[in-house]
C-alpha cells in the first residue's frame, strides 16, 4: 500500500515533469515561432526600404542628368500656374523661415505682430525671445519672454511709440550681450572646471562674476581671485576687472595678475583660459 | 545569435529610413531650387490664375496664401530694413537629430546689397533648436570701402552672422539718413549745395553762387569698426581764396573746430543747417 502510494507519487512527478517539459518546448517553439516572424518582418521592411531607396535614387540622378543638360527648367507656359504659385510660396515660406538668422523675425497676428528675437555668440545660435506687440488703440506689449532683469519697460517708455524698430534693435542689443555673458561664463564652467576653485559666482543677469582659478607656476600652484563687472549692459565684455593674488605670493604672480586682469578686459573670458593652457603647454614643451 | 541578425536588420532599417529622408529632402529641394520664375512671370501667372479660378476656392485660396505670405516678408522689411532677394538651399548631411544645409542668400538692406553663402548646422535638442555658421562668405555691393571689408573679413572668420546683419542694419541706416539729409538740403538750397558725386557720395560742397573763391566741403564719413559699431564721421574741410585768408586767418582756422562742437550741440541736421545759412549770408 505504502510502497504503491510512493510509485504512483513517483509517476505523477515523472508526468509533470514531461508536461513540464511539453510545455517548455511549446513555449520555446511560440518564441521560434514569433522570432521567426520578426525576422522575416524585418527582412521585408529592408527589402522594401531598399527599393524605395534605389528608386528616390534614381530620381536624384535623373534630376542632375537634367540639370546638367538643362539649367533652367522654368518655363511658366509648361509648368502651369499653379505650379508657378506653389513655386513662389515655397521660395518665400524658405525666406520667412531662415529669417530668423538676421536675428530680428515677426509674425503679423490678429490683434498686432509677434517678433522673435533671437541670440547668437559668434557663430553658435543661443536662445531666442518673443514680444507680442498689440497695434490698437496704441503701441503696447502684450506678451512676452524676456527675462525680468533685461530693462524692457525702460525700452519699451524710450522706443516704443516712436520707433518700434529702434525698440527692436536695442532690446536685442540687450539681450545679445546678455546671452554672450552668460555664453562666456557657461563655458568657462565646462571646459575649465579643473582650474576653477569653488564655484562661479554670478548675479543673474551676467554682469557681475566672481570666481577663484589656479595659476601654476614653478610646479606650485597659487589661488587668483577675479572679479570681474560688464557695467556696460549692451556689451559683452567687462568694463572693470580685477585679478588677485594672495599677499604672501612671489611678485611675479602679482605681475601676472595684472596681465589676466588686461586679458579679460579685452578678450572673451573662455578664450583668456584656452590661451593660459596654450601658454602652459609651449612653456612645458620648451626644453 | 538570433538577437543578432534581428539587431543587424534593425540597424539597417534605422539607417536606411534616413538615407531615405535625406534622399527625399535633397529631391525636394534641388526641384525647388533649379527652378526660377521671375516677378513678372509670377504675376502673369496669378492673372491668368484669377482669370481660371472664379468659383474655384483652392486656387483662390493659393493666391491668398501667397499675398499673406508676401506681405508678412515686407513687413519684416519695414523694422529692420533687411530684404531677401533670393534664397537657394541644399541639403548637405542629415540625421534623426542634425541637419546640415548650404545657404546662399542675397538682399539688400536699405540702399546696400549683399550676397551671403554659409552652412548651418541645425541640432534638435529636447526642448529647442540650436544652430551654428560654418564656411561663411559675405560679399558686398560697397567693397571698396576698406572700413567695411575689414569687419566683413572679422565677420567671416568668426561666422558672426547674426551681428553681420545687426551691424548692416544700423551702418546702412546711416546710409540712408546721409543720403535723405543731403536730399533735403538739395532740395532746400539749390543754389548753394552741390553734390559732386551724387547723393550716395559721402560729401556736399557749400558756395555762395555771388562769390565764387570762398568753397566749404562737408565730409561725412560712416565708421563701422571691426565689432560691427557704426559711427558718423563728420568734418568741415575749406578752400578759401588768398586774399580773404590774410584777413580772416582765425576765422577760417577755427571753422573746423567750431563746426564740430556745433554738431554736438545741435545735432547734424541743425549744424548743417546753420553753416549754409551763414554761406548763404556771406558777402
Not at chain 1, 221 to 231: D, H, I
Not at chain 2, 39 to 59: N, P, T, W
Not at chain 2, 93 to 114: A, D, I, M, Q
Not at chain 2, 198 to 224: A, C, F
Request: charged content about 25%; some cysteine.
Amino acid at each position: 500500500m505504502e510502497e504503491g502510494k510512493r510509485n504512483s507519487a513517483g509517476v505523477f512527478t515523472h508526468l509533470e515533469r514531461l508536461e513540464a517539459q511539453a510545455r517548455e518546448i511549446a513555449v520555446k517553439q511560440e518564441k521560434m515561432k514569433q522570432e521567426e516572424e520578426k525576422r522575416a518582418r524585418l527582412k521585408a521592411r529592408v527589402r522594401e526600404l531598399r527599393l524605395q531607396r534605389d528608386k528616390l535614387l534614381a530620381k536624384v540622378r535623373l534630376q542632375k542628368k537634367k540639370l546638367r543638360e538643362k539649367r533652367a527648367m522654368s518655363d511658366p507656359a509648361k509648368s502651369g500656374a499653379r505650379a508657378v504659385l506653389e513655386w513662389k510660396i515655397k521660395n518665400i515660406k524658405a525666406m520667412l523661415q531662415v529669417s530668423y538668422v538676421t536675428g530680428i523675425n515677426g509674425k503679423r497676428t490678429k490683434q498686432g505682430v509677434c517678433f522673435c528675437i533671437s541670440t547668437a555668440y559668434e557663430s553658435t545660435y543661443l536662445d531666442s525671445y518673443y514680444v507680442h506687440l498689440l497695434v490698437k488703440p496704441e503701441v503696447q506689449i502684450h506678451q512676452h519672454s524676456v527675462p525680468t532683469f533685461i530693462p524692457l519697460e525702460q525700452i519699451a517708455k524710450m522706443y516704443l511709440q516712436t520707433d518700434i524698430g529702434r525698440f527692436l534693435s536695442v532690446l536685442s542689443d540687450h539681450l545679445n550681450a546678455y546671452a554672450g555673458r552668460k555664453y562666456q561664463a557657461d563655458q568657462l564652467q565646462e571646459h575649465f572646471s579643473d582650474q576653477i576653485e569653488g564655484t562661479l559666482q554670478r548675479n543673474s543677469l551676467c554682469n557681475l562674476l566672481v570666481f577663484n582659478y589656479k595659476v601654476s607656476s614653478k610646479s606650485k600652484t597659487f589661488p587668483f581671485n577675479a572679479r570681474l563687472l560688464y557695467g556696460d549692459l549692451c556689451c559683452s565684455l567687462p568694463t572693470e576687472v580685477n585679478v588677485s593674488c594672495t599677499p604672501d605670493a612671489p611678485a611675479s604672480l602679482a605681475e601676472m595678475a595684472a596681465a589676466h586682469s588686461d586679458l579679460f578686459s579685452r578678450v572673451a573670458l573662455h578664450k583668456a583660459f584656452r590661451s593660459f593652457s596654450s601658454d602652459e603647454e609651449s612653456m612645458d614643451g620648451a626644453p | 545569435m538570433d538577437n543578432s541578425i534581428c539587431q543587424v536588420y534593425e540597424d539597417e532599417i534605422q539607417s536606411l529610413e534616413e538615407e531615405i529622408k535625406l534622399l527625399a529632402e535633397k529631391y525636394e529641394d534641388s526641384q525647388q531650387e533649379s527652378t526660377f520664375f521671375s516677378d513678372e512671370e509670377i504675376l502673369m501667372s496669378i492673372k491668368s490664375f484669377q482669370r481660371e479660378s472664379e468659383g474655384h476656392e483652392s486656387l483662390s485660396d493659393l493666391i491668398t496664401q501667397l499675398e499673406s505670405l508676401e506681405t508678412d516678408l515686407s513687413f519684416l522689411k519695414k523694422f529692420t530694413g533687411i530684404q531677401f532677394t533670393s534664397h537657394f538651399k541644399e541639403i548637405v548631411e542629415k540625421t534623426t537629430n542634425r541637419t546640415v544645409r548650404k545657404h546662399r542668400l542675397s538682399g539688400n538692406c536699405y540702399s546696400l546689397s549683399f550676397q551671403l553663402e554659409f552652412q548651418l548646422l541645425e541640432m534638435q535638442n529636447k526642448e529647442n533648436v540650436s544652430a551654428v555658421v560654418t564656411d561663411l562668405g559675405i560679399v558686398m555691393e560697397s567693397g571698396e570701402d576698406s572700413d567695411m571689408s575689414k569687419f566683413v573679413s572679422s565677420t567671416e572668420e568668426h561666422g558672426n552672422l547674426l551681428r553681420f546683419f545687426r551691424s548692416l542694419s544700423s551702418y546702412a541706416e546711416w546710409y540712408e539718413h546721409r543720403r535723405c539729409t543731403f536730399l533735403h538740403f538739395k532740395g532746400k538750397y539749390p543754389d548753394i549745395v552741390t553734390l559732386p558725386e551724387g547723393l550716395l557720395g559721402d560729401y556736399i560742397v557749400l558756395r555762395n553762387p555771388k562769390h565764387s573763391g570762398l568753397e566749404l566741403m562737408i565730409v561725412w564719413k560712416i565708421h563701422i569698426d571691426e565689432e560691427g559699431r557704426t559711427t558718423p564721421v563728420l568734418d568741415l574741410l575749406t578752400k578759401v581764396p588768398e586774399q580773404v585768408l590774410e584777413q580772416k586767418m582765425a576765422t577760417i582756422e577755427n571753422a573746423p573746430a567750431c563746426f564740430r562742437s556745433m554738431l554736438l550741440l545741435f545735432g547734424i541736421e541743425a549744424a548743417l543747417e546753420n553753416l549754409i545759412k551763414v554761406v548763404g549770408l556771406e558777402k
